[in-house]
């Protein structure tokens, strides 16, 4: 009995010694191929660092404002018997607009129409009669007195009915009706929005660093976003003579024809005012562009091959720059790269110093200093 357990003990220590000899050489083996495990290259786009003559520009964000633009209200309260505008109509100076309720008005103007014309008559026969010496000068005087205090009293109902009668004080385009035939108009309710829309203005400001290269006439770019394939060009005309005491910025105004009517009062605009001279500036694609809490960088693609002959082995290398302006798809390095380096334009956030990587750029989009995005 002992002799059997004893062979059994052998065995089962055997078979154990066995698996554990095959498990070691499975481990080995894992070892030995993730040492000589290399990871595949990523696959990247590229891009040459270049030089290009930019155009100096001074970029800021602005609203466009009307030349001229008001509410149109009324100074005194009435009934509205007349409406002769339609919503979104183009208008001209004077044209009426609304009529109050004036009967009343036009009754007691009549009346002191007849004792202006009274009062003149009597002048005339009292100053005939002054001339021959038959009545004193105070008649003459009261005469006139009277006759000047009644023509007064006619004009203040004159000018009560003219301001009932409200009408266009420029020419523009009308807003949305706010007010109904037969409504009781209280005073200073709104009646409709009038906005000139030719010319029109962007108002915009830049650091106060900025204001020695500024004047009037200088070149100014619109762009909005209602319409993203047009830039409209204009003009600086205005520069305030004082700055924004808590921005320390300078306000300025740009006009531009806007004959199409395309730009409207409130929109928001990106302004880019053209100033003279041009610069040489080092162009690399946004996409290669890395921001991080220790500032901006790209990844340098250099070639590590020391063989003659052989293919070159690509590799990255993290490189900290500062950039100035953009334009379009394009920034400009104003430090920390040199003409001709190659960098990683796409695929960047999956890059590591030291990676391998393999350049394809036949599915990259191409980038553009005015890129015109496509229709959805």
């Given at each position: ?242 700055l924004d ?16 009517g395309s ?101 990259t989009p ?11």
């Amino acid at each position: 009995m002992k002799v059997k357990l004893g062979i059994a003990i052998v065995i089962v220590l055997g078979a154990l010694g066995v698996l554990g000899g095959i498990k070691l050489l499975q481990i080995q083996t894992l070892m030995a191929a993730g040492k000589s495990f290399t990871q595949p290259p990523e696959t990247v786009s590229s891009a040459v660092v270049r030089e290009e003559k930019w155009q100096g520009t001074l970029s800021a964000i602005g609203s466009v404002t009307a030349a001229q633009g008001v509410t149109v209200t009324t100074e005194i309260a009435g009934l509205i018997r007349e409406i002769t505008f339609e919503s979104g109509a183009v208008v001209a100076k004077g044209d009426l607009l609304i009529r109050l309720d004036t009967s009343s008005e036009e009754a007691q103007l009549r009346a002191i129409k007849a004792q202006v014309e009274l009062a003149r008559i009597n002048f005339d026969r009292t100053k005939t009669l002054r001339d021959e010496n038959m009545v004193p000068q105070a008649d003459l005087d009261t005469a006139d007195a009277t006759m000047k205090q009644n023509q007064a009293n006619a004009d203040a109902i004159q000018a009560v009915i003219e301001k009932k009668t409200i009408r266009a004080p420029f020419a523009g385009r009308l807003g949305i009706r706010q007010v109904n035939l037969g409504q009781y108009l209280d005073a200073g309710k709104p009646v409709v929005s009038l906005q000139s829309l030719t010319p029109i203005y962007a108002d915009f400001s830049l650091p106060q660093q900025e204001l020695a290269r500024l004047k009037t006439g200088l070149r100014v770019r619109l762009a909005i976003d209602a319409f993203p394939d047009r830039q409209f060009e204009g003009e600086l005309t205005a520069i305030n003579p004082d700055l924004d005491s808590s921005t320390r910025s300078v306000g300025l105004r740009a006009s531009f024809e806007n004959a199409d009517g395309s730009l409207r009062p409130g929109m928001y605009a990106r302004v880019e005012v053209l100033l003279p001279e041009e610069s040489n500036v080092l162009v690399i694609p946004l996409t290669s562009v890395l921001n991080d809490p220790y500032g901006e960088s790209v990844y340098v693609i250099e070639s590590n091959s020391t063989v003659p002959g052989a293919t070159p082995n690509l590799t990255v290398r993290r490189q900290i720059i500062r950039t100035g302006r953009a334009r379009g798809d394009f920034v400009a390095v104003e430090a920390g790269l040199k003409v001709g380096e190659k960098i990683a334009s796409s695929g960047v956030f999956k890059l590591r110093p030291g990676m391998a990587v393999s350049e394809n750029n036949e599915i990259t989009p191409k980038s553009s200093t005015t890129p015109r995005p496509a229709d959805s």
